[in-house]
């Protein structure tokens, strides 16, 4: 199946769950990353519950944050 | 690493963080990446919303992010990092930006407005230890 994850193509054997989609797309820190499924917001406690299917768009990025001290 | 950022962009940042201080301002930015050298050019600089609303601490809203990201695909850009300021202390990335700087592949600005001239710099953090400044090269 074929998915766009970051805008880029994907292909993978069989649906998988985001959980292992973030390790195939080589996130370094999984943990730490907010994911969009097709525009939508996924929390972090759906990553193993949520398969992906084809065609989908995955979006990743890495939280972002720090402070002054 | 050279990283090349265009002064209209440095003064814009410089203006939007002293009208945000004393709450730290941050953002991202975004450009391109020359393949032979590895510097990296900014094209775009986004100011996003700081979610903490602190004089000490910052988190991107992700909402925004992914819309700058989108953005930047669509302009045949990438993300190249972040940036954020420090209104009161010098720019160097403090212990909380070292644990939070979660992408090795970024470049991390810091502009500090702690006195009197802004002072901007630009590091890589690997694994979220190591710091290195890079060369932040402003024309």
């Known amino acids: 199946m074929k998915l766009t994850v970051n805008g880029k193509e994907l292909t993978i054997e069989k649906s998988i769950n985001l959980k292992d989609l973030l390790v195939v797309a080589k996130a370094e820190q999984p943990d730490y990353v907010t994911v969009e499924l097709n525009g939508e917001f996924v929390d972090h406690s759906g990553f193993e519950s949520t398969f992906v299917k084809d065609g989908d768009k995955v979006e990743f990025l890495y939280f972002m944050g720090g402070g002054a001290r | ?139």
């Not at chain 2, 203006?15 to 050019?41: M, N, S, Y």
């Not at chain 2, 991107?60 to 930047?72: M, N, T």
């Not at chain 2, 001239?117 to 932040?136: A, C, G, Q, W, Y």
Request: glycine content about 6%; overall charge negative.
């Open chain 2, 1 to 139: 690493m050279i990283i090349h950022l265009k002064l209209a962009d440095y003064l814009a940042m410089v203006q939007h963080a002293r009208k945000t201080a004393p709450v730290e301002d941050c953002g991202l930015i975004g450009g391109r990446i020359d393949e032979a050298t590895g510097e990296k050019f900014v094209e775009k600089v986004f100011f996003l919303t700081n979610t903490d609303h602190s004089e000490e601490h910052f988190s991107l809203d992700p909402k925004e992010q992914f819309a700058a990201v989108k953005e930047l695909r669509a302009q045949g850009l990438e993300l190249l990092g972040n940036w954020h300021s420090h209104p009161a202390s010098p720019s160097r990335p403090s212990e909380e930006d070292k644990r939070l700087a979660y992408d090795s592949r970024a470049s991390y600005f810091i502009l500090s407005l702690n006195g009197g001239e802004p002072v901007l710099n630009s590091f890589h953090i690997e694994k979220r230890t190591d710091v290195s400044k890079e060369d932040l090269r402003i024309r």
